[in-house]
């Protein structure tokens, strides 16, 4: 599976932004999918994650409220809206796919890694 991310850019406290991620391949929906950031000299964290079907979703408490995954499996997308941004949301955004319908936060358990997209958001 390739992954391509898209979507990143320069927006406003309070702004929205919407992050797409095209994934290559067959049985897309065999694939758990999630969202990861990293922030200039932080650790890469975790942000959501949506079940291979689309039916289980989980979120970041930082992102909860704000932000919502979602996916097409028929056009083998995964997607992030973002609402409400703040400062600290700023970071490269990663989207990751693992060999497993079943969610899961932990980076080192996705396989697959897109090249990441950068939001910054200003005060």
């Known amino acids: 599976v390739q992954l391509q991310a898209s979507g990143g850019g320069l927006v406003q406290a309070g702004d929205s932004l919407r992050l797409s991620c095209a994934a290559s391949?067959?049985?897309?929906?065999?694939?758990?999918a999630g969202w990861f950031r990293q922030a200039p000299g932080k650790e890469r964290e975790f942000v959501a994650a949506?079940?291979?079907?689309?039916?289980?979703?989980y979120y970041a408490d930082s992102v909860k409220g704000r932000f919502t995954i979602s996916r097409d499996n028929a056009k083998n997308t995964v997607n992030l809206q973002m609402n409400s941004l703040k400062p600290e949301d700023t970071a490269v955004y990663y989207c990751?796919?693992?060999?497993?319908?079943?969610?899961?936060?932990?980076?080192?358990?996705?396989?697959?890694w897109g090249q990441g997209t950068l939001v910054t958001v200003s005060s």
């Open positions: 949506i079940s291979g079907g689309g039916a289980v979703t």
């Open positions: 990751a796919a693992r060999t497993s319908i079943v969610v899961v936060t932990t980076p080192g358990l996705y396989d697959y």
């Open positions: 391949g067959r049985t897309f929906s065999s694939y758990a």
